[in-house]
């Protein structure tokens, strides 16, 4: 059985899908799906499963991505996810989520380019991409413009 069988096998059983229809998906026996389930504390009544996993999550007591058990600490902030792999999985899975201040947003210009770009919470950002940063960082000779002086170099401080 290979990892992304095993992921499948824990996806598609914590949706509520049945042995027999895990199985012909994943290309494996009933019999050895039923077998990971079991020893992996997936086993159950689909429909029950299913709900007893929700359940588990939104009370805290379960992984929000994987589904695995999650020790919560005596103090402190609870924990939603078991591992920083999962944590990074489930908001990549889950943009929407994400509650974004409408104050962090800017509306810039390209240094480089001039094209217009939004960024979201770096109000110091110079370019839109970094493509533009490598060209304009980079190949000034080339293009025939000044070579680059960076800002520490600008701002010297004389010690006399």
Known sequence: ??????????????????????????GLSRDVVRNYCKSHSLYGYATEFTMNMKEQMQQGKACLCCGKDIKQPNTGRKRKFCSDKCRREWWAAHPD??????????????IYCGKPFTVYGNKNRKYCSYECYVHDRFWRAEEGRETYVSPARCEEVNYE
């Open 1 to 26: 059985m290979t990892d992304f069988q095993t992921k499948q096998i824990r996806e598609l059983r914590m949706r509520g899908v049945g042995y027999r229809a895990i199985a012909s998906v994943v």
């Open 97 to 110: 989520v994400v509650q974004k201040k409408e104050t962090a947003f800017y509306k810039k210009a390209c």
